[in-house]
């Protein structure tokens, strides 16, 4: 098992571009979660898939950013016309289908917006 | 918005004392889960409490859960340096859903 995968691990992009990160979660986890962090707080939720389908999303959630999971495996999170506030961490997780509670998280993606 | 709340913020103590941190919370709940961060990587889990328990150990830790005051706690006994970490609490905000909210942490600093 190798865990939950992201990539890239760290971008640097200049205002007004766009962003993509992908997530690799646990094969045979059906949920998949993607949370920002910034520097000194918690995870805040952004997303969380089970299967293909996204079951909820985050008001934080503008319309410039886009979540899918075509497959119900693998996982893209997409910011378009990036702002120096979207400037964080983004951490992805999944779980099991049976619900144990416990989230198992990659080792995230640092964004950074010039 | 964030359903739990740590206390305190940061947390510094001598290796071989104990740490204790404390989590409220807002709403009522299934569960509630503690998580740990080394700086710039992702999550561990923990230990995971369930609202029909009021105490649970896992090696040096030990969690307390008071659903009546909506508050958790995290014991971390014999503390060690490699133990420097950020500390999460997080909840299901009984929704029934499989959403999980997480705190602002703890910032526990062990020194050697």
């Known amino acids: 098992d190798t865990g939950v995968s992201q990539d890239p691990r760290h971008k640097i992009t200049k205002r007004g571009q766009n962003v993509t990160f992908r997530c690799d979660p646990i094969s045979e986890h059906n949920r998949l979660y ?3 962090q910034t520097l000194g707080q918690g995870p805040e ?3 969380y898939f089970q299967n293909e389908a996204q079951l909820e999303k985050s008001r934080l959630l503008s319309d410039r950013f886009s979540a899918e999971r075509p497959k119900g495996s693998f996982s893209t999170l ?3 016309r990036t702002e120096q506030g979207d400037s964080a961490m983004y ?5 099991p289908r049976r619900n144990t509670g416990e989230l198992f998280f ?6 950074t917006v010039l | 918005s ?3 709340e740590e206390d305190p913020q940061a947390l510094s103590i001598q290796e071989g004392e104990n740490a204790t941190m404390n ?3 807002k709403t009522s709940i299934n569960n509630l889960q503690w998580y740990r961060q080394n700086s710039g990587r992702g999550l561990v889990h923990l230990i995971l409490i369930r609202s029909n328990e009021r105490e649970k150990h896992s090696g040096r830790l030990r969690v307390t859960l008071d659903t009546s005051k909506k508050s958790s706690s995290l014991l971390i006994t014999a503390s060690r340096a490699a133990d420097t970490a950020s500390y ?3 909840t299901d905000a009984g929704t029934g859903g499989f959403k999980t909210i997480f705190g602002a942490g703890t910032r526990l600093f062990v020194k050697a």
């Not at chain 1, 951490?91 to 779980?95: K, M, P, Q």
């Open chain 1, 34 to 36: 993607w949370y920002r």
């Open chain 2, 23 to 25: 989590c409220s919370y």
């Open chain 1, 91 to 95: 951490l992805c997780a999944s779980s």
């Open chain 1, 45 to 47: 939720f952004l997303t």
């Open chain 1, 78 to 80: 997409e910011i378009q």
């Open chain 2, 2 to 4: 964030q359903q739990g």
């Open chain 2, 88 to 90: 999460f609490c997080a």
């Open chain 1, 106 to 111: 990659g080792e995230g993606s640092r964004l």
